[in-house]
């Protein structure tokens, strides 16, 4: 299917699950939706950690279509989370019933959208082969802070056979939009990760650890960590794996692919 097909989908609620290898080679954006009142702030914070929140777009008070997709983001991801004073509400499918006028709405880049490119080199996605949600894990990894927003970075988690892993490196790190390459390779316990079969968010996938290498990139969710120490009054999310995938596809892929 095509992104609006799918988007159609997804808005009639007949597909709920994760966006990953779907659209392949289409622009994926996490979403951030927040009260006017801290979208500066908020703004600020993107701009100072760009690693891992690249912004693809700003859509202004009450606007609900963004420009790269014929889209409404009040109903075209699969999953979305509602944060209310700095603590996790809820899970909801759609946002009609708990839309604002002042909202500000963040498309932020998404490690997804490169996925297509990492198959294509050769490299395997257990995810995707074990049919999981992408693992995430918080970490340790100190953000800089804007206003009310801080905290520390959230990563993805894509395990590498260990002879792929420089090549892994040099094609993520043409997507600067999404997160562009790794922030840290092997060693999960010197970024504060104790444990890879017990992911923060997404699920678990196996592997062997003497032939792949666990790499971490920068990850979406991150805002949804720094939203648990900012509180504002209400905070929406995607839910960690369920984006939004845009009509526009990555220049980074050939026009002929």
């Not at 622009?27 to 690249?54: G, H």
């Not at 257990?126 to 970490?139: G, R, S, Y």
């Not at 420089?166 to 993520?172: C, F, K, N, T, V």
């Amino acid at each position: 299917m095509n992104p609006l097909e799918t988007r159609m989908k997804i808005r009639r609620q007949e597909m709920t699950g994760t966006t990953s290898g779907l659209c392949e080679q289409y622009i994926q954006t996490n979403m951030v939706t927040l009260p006017k009142a801290y979208a500066f702030d908020f703004l600020l914070f993107c701009m100072r950690n760009p690693k891992p929140c690249p912004i693809v777009e700003v859509m202004e008070a009450g606007m609900s279509r963004p420009a790269a997709a014929d889209a409404d983001i009040r109903t075209d991801l699969p999953r979305y989370r509602i944060y209310r004073n700095g603590s996790f509400s809820e899970e909801v499918l759609h946002l009609n019933d708990v839309w604002q006028d002042d909202f500000v709405t963040f498309l932020i880049g998404c490690s997804f959208t490169f996925e297509k490119a990492l198959l294509d080199g050769g490299i395997p996605l257990l995810h995707q082969e074990q049919n999981k949600v992408v693992p995430m894990f918080d970490t340790n990894i100190p953000l800089q802070e804007a206003g009310i927003f801080k905290g520390n970075m959230v990563v993805s988690m894509r395990a590498v056979p260990n002879h792929l892993v420089d090549q892994a490196l040099a094609i993520s790190h043409d997507f600067e939009s999404s997160h562009g390459e790794p922030v840290h390779a092997g060693a999960p316990e010197e970024i504060g990760i104790t444990d890879l079969q017990k992911p923060d968010y997404g699920e678990a996938v196996t592997f062997d650890t003497d032939e792949m290498t666990p790499l971490f990139w920068a990850c979406g969710v991150t805002p949804q960590n720094a939203a648990l120490q900012a509180r504002p009054s209400i905070m929406i999310t995607h839910a960690p794996g369920h984006m939004l995938i845009t009509d526009k596809k990555d220049p980074n892929y050939s026009i002929d692919s």
